[in-house]
Each structure stands twice: as structure tokens, then as C-alpha cells.
């Protein structure tokens, strides 16, 4: 179980993390939603120990794992059990598919290379992608491929918690779907809790269990889809319908609906249509009659020469 209490953050006067409070189950596929500024990517940080906060603490299964206090240092003996996709996959451009995936393993384990190699497989096999894929670049891959290939780097570590931030961002609808099959998919293969940062309703109605949403460093919405949808924050339901207008997404819109009494509508008054005059050529001014047997010469340079 992860755990925020009472998180704060600034930078200068600037206040990013007011009183943070959530709370993750194992196994949870955990969506954090919000405008862009309004925080999530700040919080992201600090769960995964890029950032330390002002006040407040998080704790993993019981154990502070950050807090005012907590050095980078101290954060490393937990970073292992964080896989993260970063938005836009973040692969290193150098580096075939094979070398990406490996990175981490040759970084942080004593692994031999037979063991990174089957580890890579694996990893491939559980995003959807065969071995041979290893040998791409990643300048060969699409923006969905790309995003297999992070999350199968994010999971040779074999971590507990999984991050995901933006993780259909740029997507077309059909390759959104299909990370969005794998999220559940892999959460029901591997028991995995999932946090996922994004502004995606549609995706974030498909895969969580439960989600929170932040305005302004606050938390103002702690709970199910379902409970969302039923919210009477104006902010709320502004933000997952999409829409300028505040409504409510109820089940059953047209109790709201006003009918209509077409017998008192008044009909608007409609003339006849006015004739549209002819052109005038009363003043139109008459060609001179000579004008069709008049010669034209071109002028003539000084030189001699016609200009042409």
C-alpha cells in the first residue's frame, strides 16, 4: 500500500503541493487527474523520489520513504521497486530496443548476459512485442510502439508499483486503446499496483479503480469513476465532460430536460421578397466607336529597342 499524507511543496512563493492526501491499494490501477500546472507531475516526482517534499511524508507498506528529511541517498533502497514509463517513452535515441531494455539490468544488477537476454524476451512478450523487435532503433518505431518498448524497460526490474505519466499522450484512439488493454492486462498478469498521470477521461474511466483529482495543489476529488461522474463540483464536471458549459453527468439527462410548447412559439414575421434591381446603365459610359480599329504601338526604348 502506498500512502500520501499531508504533502506540501513550493518553489519560492509559489505553493504546488497543498496537504496532499491519497491512499493506493496493492493492486489498484490509480488514476491522478487535473489540468496541466494544476500539480499531478510534481506529485509523480515525488513518488518516485525525484523530488523531496516540504512538510508531509510518503510511506510504502508502512515505511516512510520520503519525507523533509529523506536524502536521495536513502531513497535508492526503495527506487527498485518503481517502474516508470515516461511520457513520450523517453528511449534512448543511441540505443537499439535490445540495449534500452538492458540498460537498467547491466546499471543495477550483477546479471549475466544470458540472464539480461531472457529477461529482455520476457519483457517483450508481455507488452505484445517479439524478441526480434530488440534490434530496432527507435527512430523506426511509432509513437504506440514506443510506448511498448518504455513500459518493457520499466518492467525488467520486475517492480511493484508501476508509473505512468501521459501514457496515450499523442496516441490515435485505436493505439490508446490498445495501452490501455495492456495496463489491465498487465495488472491482472502480475498483480501489479499502476499510477497513472494523465488528463484522458475516456482512458481514465476504462482502467481505474479508483482515482483522485487535483486543482491548485489540492485534492478535491478522492474516489470511483462512478463516484466522479456524480460530483456537483461545477470544476469537476466542467473538466471530464470537456465542455465550456457546467452540467451534470447524470445517467438520465432528459430529467433536466424543459419541454418545449411548439403552440407558443410565435412565428416570425415574413415579408415578400423585394425584386432585385436590374444594373443601371444609364450612366455607364459609352466606348468611343473608333475604339475596335484604333492601332496600339508598343513604346519604344531609348536605343531602339522595343519593350517587351
Do not use: W
Not at 519560492?12 to 493492486?27: E, M, R, S, Y
Not at 510504502?60 to 519525507?67: R, Y
Not at 519483457?123 to 527507435?138: I, N, R
Amino acid at each position: 500500500m502506498l500512502k500520501v499524507e499531508h504533502l506540501k511543496k513550493r518553489f519560492g512563493n509559489h505553493v504546488v503541493l497543498n496537504d496532499i492526501n491519497i491512499t493506493i491499494g496493492k493492486g489498484e490501477v490509480f488514476c491522478i487527474i487535473g489540468q496541466s500546472g494544476s500539480g499531478k507531475t510534481v506529485l509523480f516526482r515525488h513518488i518516485i523520489g525525484l523530488l523531496f517534499p516540504d512538510g508531509g511524508r510518503i510511506l510504502l507498506d508502512n515505511e516512510v520513504i520520503s519525507s523533509p528529511t529523506t536524502k536521495p541517498a536513502d531513497f535508492d533502497k526503495v527506487r527498485k521497486r518503481f517502474g516508470i514509463l515516461f511520457q513520450g517513452a523517453a528511449l534512448f535515441d543511441s540505443m537499439n530496443v535490445g540495449e534500452n531494455l538492458a540498460f537498467p539490468l547491466r546499471e543495477h544488477t550483477k546479471m549475466t548476459e544470458k540472464e539480461i537476454s531472457k529477461l529482455i524476451a520476457e519483457s517483450l512478450e508481455m507488452v505484445g512485442l517479439k524478441e526480434e523487435f530488440k534490434t530496432k532503433m527507435p527512430s523506426e518505431l511509432s509513437g504506440g510502439m514506443r510506448s511498448r518498448v518504455g513500459l518493457a524497460r520499466g518492467l525488467v526490474m520486475k517492480p511493484e508499483i508501476m508509473l505512468y505519466d501521459e501514457p496515450t499522450s499523442a496516441l490515435d484512439p485505436i493505439m490508446t486503446d490498445k495501452i490501455n488493454d495492456l495496463i489491465l492486462s498487465l495488472r491482472d498478469k502480475l498483480r501489479m499496483t499502476s499510477i497513472i498521470i494523465t488528463h484522458d477521461m475516456a482512458s481514465a474511466y476504462k482502467i481505474a479503480d479508483k482515482m483522485a483529482m487535483i486543482q491548485d495543489g489540492k485534492i478535491i476529488f478522492h474516489g470511483t469513476p462512478g463516484e466522479i461522474r456524480e460530483s456537483r463540483n461545477p470544476y469537476i464536471q466542467q473538466f471530464i465532460r470537456g465542455q465550456k458549459k457546467h452540467h451534470y453527468a447524470i445517467a438520465d439527462e432528459d430529467a433536466y430536460a424543459v419541454p418545449i410548447n411548439i403552440s407558443k412559439v410565435k412565428p416570425r414575421a415574413v415579408g415578400p421578397r423585394r425584386p432585385v434591381p436590374a444594373p443601371s446603365t444609364e450612366n455607364a459610359a459609352a466606348a468611343p466607336s473608333d475604339m475596335a480599329n484604333k492601332k496600339f504601338q508598343m513604346p519604344v526604348r531609348p536605343g531602339g529597342q522595343n519593350n517587351q
